[in-house]
């Protein structure tokens, strides 16, 4: 994600693709400057990105057009529920 705008307090806004979200410094050392790039998950910048390491990011989830966009081989989110309810007794 390439930080946009840089709050006080310790968040930044974050544009991946057309979505800009709120990421939070937390877990980085030093500062973040507008135009960085970090690799983000759950809320939390875990890294910053030099601007070819974020290109190369994107090239290898094959969605160099849009960075948010699952990546083909992810399945897609309804096949990880079942079709019907599961009874708790029949749970593992």
Known sequence: MQVVEVAPDGV???RAGTRTLQVSLLTLDG???P???VLAHS?????RLSAA???EARTLRGNESSPLAPA???PSPSSHRPSRPV???AAP
């Open 72 to 74: 083909p081989s992810d």
């Open 35 to 37: 135009g960085d790039w």
């Open 87 to 89: 009874p708790m007794e």
């Open 31 to 33: 500062p973040v400057v």
């Open 12 to 14: 930044v806004l974050a």
């Open 53 to 55: 390491e974020a290109l």
């Open 43 to 47: 809320g939390f910048a875990l890294a």
